[in-house]
């Protein structure tokens, strides 16, 4: 009977002094950047840009003291995460900013679109896998940066399916696209914020570069062992199960095989027993 309690006792103590796990907007805005002091931000979000409290992170940054948020940049989906098709450029009704669409007419941030802007951040949850349009906008727009001569920023957050399992192929570069931008594995166990360094290097791009890293994540941590509340990414990918399925049923796209949008189980057809796809997942 101690032993059972000194057991539980020093389970309770361990859960206790685990780090939080905090994605990097919440790092930001407890410590911002000299960077950013002063300057006229750009962001590029979608829903899934919150804190731990769900607070979005344009609220969040326009509550930052010393920076000025003054455009916003939408990926696929939107800047509300709800298009299914292409996004047209608009005005944010809740703010009153200007919504540049990366998705439509140009995917990468023109020259026009930066007018104005001394600081470009980029917070946006990503799936961890290469057939993700995310990973794409994040490229073009460091490259954008870039040849505009002004910082990026990246605000990191956990790779929901971990960074510790790798899988699929690596790109072609004949097959390059906006759905697979540069020669990376198709799982391939990377944060966007590394993902964005190993661009940086590897393609040679140039952007001056600044990741904020997610605090407390472990690398062998699914999404639901963080603690961080769920947002849809995008409108298909509704629950952990999904973004589990994607790296494999994402290619059943380039078929006439549905791959389960318009159905309550995108991307999966059993989104039951979570734990014993991850084990089929990380080959046990």
């Not at 192929?169 to 964005?196: C, D, K, Q, W």
Request: net charge negative; glycine share 8%; proline share 7%.
């Amino acid at each position: 009977m101690q032993r059972s309690a000194a057991l539980l006792v020093a389970a309770a103590v361990a859960c206790a002094s685990a780090p939080a796990v905090r994605p990097g907007i919440e790092v930001f805005v407890d410590h911002p950047l000299a960077l950013v002091r002063g300057k006229r931000v750009g962001l590029i979000t979608n829903q899934s840009g919150i804190d731990r409290q769900r607070r979005s992170t344009i609220d969040l940054l326009r509550g930052v003291p010393d920076l000025t948020l003054v455009a916003l940049y939408s990926p696929e989906h939107g800047i509300r995460g709800v298009a299914e098709t292409r996004v047209a450029s608009t005005v944010d009704e809740k703010t009153g900013l200007p919504v540049h669409s990366l998705y439509g007419d140009t995917d990468k941030p023109t020259p026009q679109m930066l007018e104005g802007i001394d600081v470009l951040v980029y917070d946006i949850q990503d799936l961890g896998v290469r057939q993700y349009t995310f990973e794409s906008t994040l490229a073009l727009a460091m490259q954008a940066a870039a040849e505009k001569g002004i910082p990026i920023v990246v605000l990191d957050r956990p790779n929901p399916v971990t960074g510790t399992i790798l899988e699929g192929n690596i790109l072609e570069p004949a097959y390059e696209s906006f759905v697979g931008i540069y020669p990376v594995l198709s799982r391939h166990g990377m944060t966007l914020g590394e993902l964005a360094r190993m661009y940086n290097a590897e393609q040679r791009i140039g952007a001056d570069l600044t990741v904020v890293p997610v605090e407390g994540w472990r690398r062998d941590m699914w999404w639901d062992e963080t603690g961080l509340p769920w947002v849809n990414p995008s409108p298909n990918i509704r629950r952990l199960e999904a973004a589990i399925h994607y790296p494999g049923t994402v290619f059943f796209e380039a078929t006439n095989v549905s791959e389960g949008r318009g159905t309550d189980l995108p991307f999966g057809r059993d989104a039951r027993a979570p734990r014993r796809q991850r084990a089929a997942a990380a080959g046990d």
